[in-house]
């Protein structure tokens, strides 16, 4: 299949996921034609499915964002499949990744900072980071951090409102530094880093603060209507689990390039 529009067209895997939605529907597009085919029509985990499907479409550009938390064989081998068959069609590959492929320090990470995972999933996005650049040096990594909406919410948002209705119990820990980044800003420079082929490596996009989870899911709740006091705290100590604690990423290089974020205060003003 040969694409003949005007536009030019962008590829979207796991379009039907949180960022995939709010990507597919940008009003930040602009000339960019989104072709965001289903995981039943292509399984990353299949080299063969992605390389005749990106073969198929000729895309411009790749934004992959497919991915499964608890799965490996999709995070690493699916991501890898995507950088290769956009390499081999002279895509530009925009490929997402965490800001949870490091482990947490005082300082704020910047792109220059080697990972250092202290999860599964840390370690699976930071060799898939690895992995894909050995494919295709010409890719972006961007690393982004707790992603939520307004008109869509995620699943932070939807774990406030359950537990202030009394059908959840979610515990926010108070020592959990993040960057959270409305889904909007974040597709927003999705597609604007889709048109900048030479930015390659890596770039930090997120919120401009870092918050604990407890002081997000605040400010969420304040949104909501309810009483942010009813919510539970704890912290990461107290629940014996092992997860990146102050893990807070430095965005002045993506700053310097205008790409900026809004606050969580200025996004959910009521």
């Known amino acids: 299949m040969r694409w003949n529009r005007r536009n030019q067209l962008l590829l979207v895997t796991g379009g039907s996921g949180f960022v995939g939605r709010h ?3 940008s009003a930040s597009l602009g000339q960019w034609e989104v072709v965001a085919p289903s995981s039943a029509t292509v399984d990353i985990t299949s080299p063969e499915r992605v390389r005749e499907q990106i073969r198929q479409w000729k895309p411009k550009a790749v934004v992959h964002l497919a ?3 608890d799965d490996p064989r999709v995070i690493i081998g699916g991501s890898v499949n995507v950088a290769r068959a956009a390499a081999e069609v002279g895509a530009r590959l925009v490929h997402m990744s965490t800001d949870v492929v490091f482990g947490g320090r005082s300082l704020p990470y910047t792109e220059h900072d080697a ?3 202290n999860t ?4 699976w996005k930071a060799d898939a980071e690895a992995e894909v650049m050995a494919v295709d040096p010409g890719a972006l990594i961007v690393r982004t ?3 939520y909406g307004t008109e869509r919410l995620a699943s932070i948002q939807l774990d406030v409102e359950r537990t202030l209705r009394g059908q959840a119990s979610t515990t926010f820990f108070t020592d959990e530094y993040r ?4 889904a909007a800003d974040l597709t927003a420079a999705l597609a604007e880093l889709a048109r900048r082929p030479e930015l390659t490596g890596s770039i930090h996009v997120a919120g401009p603060e870092s918050l604990s989870r407890a002081d997000f899911a605040r400010h969420v709740a304040s949104w909501m209507g309810f009483d942010p006091a009813h919510l539970r705290t704890s912290t990461i100590a107290e629940s014996g689990m092992q997860r990146p604690a102050n893990v807070v990423l430095d965005t002045s290089y993506a700053a310097s390039l205008g790409i900026t974020c809004r606050s969580v205060a200025e ?3 009521r």
């Open 115 to 117: 990972p250092t995972p």
């Open 120 to 123: 599964d999933y840390g370690r």
């Open 23 to 25: 990507l597919t529907t």
């Open 267 to 269: 996004v959910l003003r």
């Open 179 to 182: 960057c959270p980044v409305h």
């Open 145 to 147: 951090s707790l992603v």
């Open 67 to 69: 991915y499964r938390k």
